[in-house]
């Protein structure tokens, strides 16, 4: 059965801060990795991540993978109070349509 | 339609009703998915379409659970008898989807609709 792992489950910070959220993953026939945010209902999309070492970068977030050693990481540099929210991480694997999720860090910036 | 819609918002039911949550996916999207949040969990996987057919349903969680998508568009899921543990957030998603593997970009991000609150007493 697929598995994902994140990593703290909830952090709190304040504004300015840098913060690096992990993701652990087992899947069978991986096809890729996804971040999402998630502030009140819809999570949304942020990275879809398929080879290693590459950096995935937009604006202040960054994300990277390593297919080795099985986990992928998502950076938030110079945080702001927007940033609060919840950051699920999935992976799809053998089923195209299915995506296991993990648990979520709970993401909290103070001013 | 911008982005996926479901309806209702919310649902509040008692114990051993039958609900139905709608879903509108993009347009053109292919491929539309239902999927289970609990609260302070990620979300679990229900049911996959692709176009009509359901392509992958090995995350009902029993058979009081059905799904439909009768012209590949709109998909409805359907609740019989529903349990106060069937109380969580129902989201939807759809993504276009390749049918060529081995192409960057087989697998499509999926885009979350803003979910259906069913609440079960």
């Known amino acids: 059965e697929d598995k994902v792992v994140q990593s703290p489950l909830s952090l709190v910070v304040h504004e300015g801060d840098t913060v690096t959220l992990n993701c652990s993953y087992e899947?069978?026939?991986?096809?890729?990795l996804l971040w999402y945010k998630q502030e009140k209902k819809a999570p949304t999309f942020l990275f879809m991540l398929?080879?290693?070492?590459i950096e995935k970068k937009s604006g202040r977030l960054s994300s990277i993978l390593d297919k080795k050693e099985l986990f992928s990481i998502l950076n938030i540099t110079a945080t702001q109070t927007g940033d609060s929210a919840i950051y699920l991480c999935?992976?799809?694997?053998?089923?195209?349509?299915?995506?296991?999720f993990g648990q979520g860090t709970i993401l909290t910036v103070h001013p | 339609g911008a982005g996926v819609s479901q309806t209702p918002s919310n649902k509040v039911t008692e114990k051993g009703k039958y609900v139905e949550l709608r879903c509108d996916p993009i347009?053109?999207?292919?491929?539309l998915y239902w999927y289970r949040q609990s609260l302070g969990q990620g979300p679990e996987f229900l049911i996959y379409?692709?176009?009509?057919?359901?392509?992958?349903d090995s995350g009902l969680p029993n058979d009081r659970f059905f799904a439909v998508r009768p012209e590949g568009s709109v998909s409805t899921l359907k609740i019989q008898r529903t349990e106060r543990g069937d109380s969580a957030v129902y989201l939807c998603?759809?993504?276009?989807?390749?049918?060529?593997?081995?192409?960057?970009?087989?697998?499509?991000?999926?885009?979350f609709g803003p979910g259906t609150r069913l609440t079960v007493l």
């Open positions: 998603a759809s993504s276009l989807i390749s049918t060529q593997v081995g192409l960057a970009g087989d697998y499509n991000e999926q885009f």
């Open positions: 398929t080879s290693s070492g």
């Open positions: 999935a992976v799809g694997g053998t089923s195209y349509g299915k995506l296991t």
């Open positions: 347009s053109g999207h292919t491929a």
């Open positions: 899947v069978t026939n991986f096809r890729s």
């Open positions: 379409f692709q176009g009509t057919g359901a392509a992958d």
